[in-house]
């Protein structure tokens, strides 16, 4: 599905017919649903005619250690002191393009990607794309669908990592934060807990179901939902909130990264987590990476595992 503008911003979504939803990761916009002017649906497979462009070429920039360790140090004396068991700090590499434009990089949103969901946006110079494997709620009729995505090691540690203990720990953090969360709406169904292959990387997933005892309003499940536990502090208050946007912006986060992005089509709502994404602004590029630090957590895993996410983005969009 495409939308093309002008494109008309609502505070709550349409009663029928199409809108998506981009919001940033604090939720601040205030119209974030925007109507299209005209939509282009798709074939399998088929890129559409404004992303036919040059693939870029992109010079790198990888972040430096020193102040991912102030902020690891900063999150680790907050889990030892009590007041925090987990946060999602972010670093970002950051390119200059060369030669092409990054909207030939929209190409790769077309092809089959197995669980890897599609999404993107272009305004003017900036704009994002991204293949997100975890998504934020579905919802259709009364039944909300959702998972717990957490865990994560390379594909070739498939066998340790299903015995590792941190990494189970990590992962059943975010799944009984989410089932607690999700108890007040009605009637819960955790699934088995499985191991997701994404190309170089492998990640704990468990698939959630809730029969809802109401109507619910989407804007209402978005602030609920997000950020998940996978991206968020636990526990998720306004001040472990605070501090992890804090930690975000001095890291150089982008805004959009784990932001909401969803796509409304009479009565039917689909919202990803917006991760494994690129965006750029002009002639500067930004690949974003997370991980959640509890108190098991090393400084030289967790930046081998920010280097691993970041690697597996640019490879699936060939930069």
């Not at 008309?8 to 939803?21: M, Q, R, T």
Request: hydrophobic share 40%; net charge negative.
């Amino acid at each position: 599905m495409v939308g093309k503008g002008p494109f008309e911003s609502l505070s709550g979504p349409p009663e029928k017919g199409v809108a998506f939803y981009r919001n940033d990761f604090s939720l601040s916009c205030s119209r974030p649903w925007h109507v299209p002017s005209r939509i282009e649906i798709l074939e399998e497979g088929e890129t559409p005619d404004f992303l036919r462009e040059e693939h870029p070429e992109i010079l790198w920039e990888e972040p430096e250690v020193e102040p991912f360790a102030e902020v690891f140090a900063e999150v680790s004396q907050a889990i030892r002191g009590g007041s925090i068991e987990k946060s999602v700090p972010v670093v970002t590499a950051i390119g200059q393009i060369c030669k092409g434009s990054c909207k030939g990089l929209g190409s790769a949103l077309a092809r089959g990607n197995g669980p890897l969901r599609p999404y993107g946006w272009i305004d003017g110079v900036e704009g994002v794309v991204g293949l997100s494997p975890e998504l934020l709620f579905g919802l259709n009729g009364g039944v909300l669908h959702t998972m717990a995505l957490a865990g994560t090691a390379r594909v070739e540690e498939r066998e340790a990592f299903g015995a590792d203990e941190k990494e189970i720990r990590e992962h059943e953090f975010v799944a009984q934060t989410l089932l607690a969360k999700l108890s007040d709406l009605g009637q819960t169904n955790r699934h088995s807990r499985d191991i997701m292959e994404l190309g170089p990387l492998v990640h704990y997933h468990s698939a959630i179901d809730v029969e809802l005892r109401k109507k619910e309003s989407i804007n209402r499940l978005v602030s609920l939902l997000h950020p998940t536990p996978a991206l968020g502090p636990l526990p998720r208050t306004a001040e472990t909130l605070g501090d992890l946007v804090s930690w975000r912006h001095r890291l150089g986060c982008p805004r959009w990264f784990g932001a909401p992005f969803g796509l409304f089509r009479d009565g039917v709502f689909e919202v990803l987590v917006g991760i494994r994404m690129i965006r750029w602004q002009g002639s500067q590029v930004e690949v974003p990476s997370g991980c959640g630090v509890i108190e098991e957590s090393r400084l030289v895993n967790e930046w081998r595992e920010l280097r691993l996410k970041r690697e597996s983005v640019r490879s699936i969009f060939g930069v």
